[in-house]
């Protein structure tokens, strides 16, 4: 999936929670397939396609409190970076964004635009290079 040129993903997702969630002890990207996201989709959504990010939000425990997991599709992240002319590696920059947002409660589809505005802030401070 992500290639070793992608190894920049690492620090800028590291830099990107600490910034959003400082207090949260850890967040998980894990990149999957089209097959495996249309399962986790199913399985926890109910639709039975492929998409782009879903995000799982964490809960606090004794160990902390895990910002949370997204599973990106890379197959599905390389489709959309081709429809919007950019290259994958900042379509994986910006599904990672959207998902740590969902991880910490946002939700563009009953917010009345707060994560979609929020989320154009974000893009212009962390994807300026990408």
């Not at 894990?30 to 399985?43: E, I, S, W």
């Not at 926890?44 to 396609?49: A, I, Q």
């Not at 409190?65 to 197959?75: E, F, M, Q, R, T």
């Amino acid at each position: 999936f992500p290639t070793a040129r992608d190894r920049s993903l690492r620090p800028w997702v590291e830099r990107l929670v600490g910034a959003l969630a400082p207090d949260r002890e850890s967040f998980a990207v894990r990149f999957v397939g089209d097959r495996t996201m249309r399962r986790l989709n199913r399985d926890f959504r109910g639709k039975d396609k492929t998409t782009d990010v879903l995000s799982f939000p964490g809960e606090p425990g004794p160990e902390g409190w895990p910002l949370g997991d997204v599973a990106i599709s890379v197959p599905q992240a390389a489709r959309q970076a081709a429809e919007l002319g950019h290259a994958v590696e900042r379509e994986l920059r910006l599904l990672i964004l959207h998902g740590a947002l969902h991880c910490l409660g946002h939700d563009h589809e009953n917010d009345g635009g707060e994560m979609d505005a929020l989320e154009r802030r974000l893009r212009r401070r962390y994807l300026r290079d990408a």
